[in-house]
C-alpha cells in the first residue's frame, strides 16, 4: 500500500494493510522520493521519483509490490506488467519509459504527448496527457511501435481497463466540464470503435467506475436517487442492478480501487470495500476506513 506522505512531500512511504483490522505498517526497506527537479520551462519544474533502494528505479510518485519482482516497483498497479517484472510511466521530460525492475529503461518518443493507461497482455494502452484521457492508442513494448486503436472524439474520458476492454465516461467532470452521465467501451483492437454501454437516468451521474480485471465493470451512480450500483458483465447486456449496504453512501466510497483475484477492492476515509460479482459477492464493507493517502499499492495475499 502507499501509506502516506512525508517529508514536505518528497517521500511517499510504503507498507502493509492488514485485514480486517485495518491497520497499517510501514515498510522500512524502501520508499518512493523526489529525486530531483526536472525543469519543465521558463517558469517551473517538476519532480522526478524514484525508489530509495538500490538498484534504483525511477518513475512516478507511487509504489506497488510486485512478488515477482521481489521489490517496490516506483508506477501504480495498472502500469505494472502482467508479468509482474516491468512497468511503464511518462517521464518529467514526456517520454513513455518502458522500465524493468533490474533498473533498465528503454525511452520512447511521445510526439503527441500521451500517458500510460494500462499494462496489458496486448501492450501498453496509452491515452491523451489531458484534461480528458482522449483517444487509445497500443505501445508494443517489444518495437516500441505506437498504433491508434481509436482517435478522440468529444471530451471523452477513457479510465479503465478490463481485461481486453478499455471503459470511459462522456466526459471527465472536472472543472467546467459537464458531469459523466453515460459509460463507453472500445475493445483494444486496433481500429475498434467505441460504442455507449450504459447510460444514466436524468438528474443522476457516473461517480465512479471500476473494472474488474475480467471485462467487466462496476458503476457507480450518484444524483436524484439515493445512489445505485450497476454491474455490467463481459458476456454482455443487460446491466444488473447490485445491492448496496445499509449504511453505505455511495458517493462516499473509494475512489481509491483495485482489482486482484478476489475482486475490486475500494479503499478510503468510510471503509475498504470488496466487489465479486463472478463469486455472487455484493459489495462488502471489510474494514474501517483508512486516511485519504492510503491507495491499493499491489494485490492482496
Known sequence: MDLRTDQGGNREVLGYLSLPSGTTTDDPTDAIVKVADFPVDANGTVPVWGTSTSPQLFGVGFGTHSSAAGRWLPAPPQLISP???HYVYRHANRTIHLASADGSEIPVANPNDLTPLAYTISGVVLVQNGPAANGLWLLDPTTQAVTPITPPAGTDDWREVSGLIAFGVDSPGALGAP????VMESSLVLGSTPHPVYAAAPGNVISLIAGDGQGGVLIVVTGT???QLIYLSPSG?????E?????????T???SHHSDAHGIWFVGPTGIFLFNHSANLPLKRIAAGVTTDVAPGGDCT
Open 83 to 85: 508479468d509482474g517484472r
Open 179 to 182: 458531469p459523466p452521465t453515460v
Open 225 to 227: 436517487s439515493s445512489g
Open 237 to 241: 447486456p443487460p446491466p444488473s442492478l
Open 243 to 251: 445491492p448496496v449496504p445499509d449504511g453505505v453512501v455511495l458517493s
Open 253 to 255: 466510497i473509494g475512489p
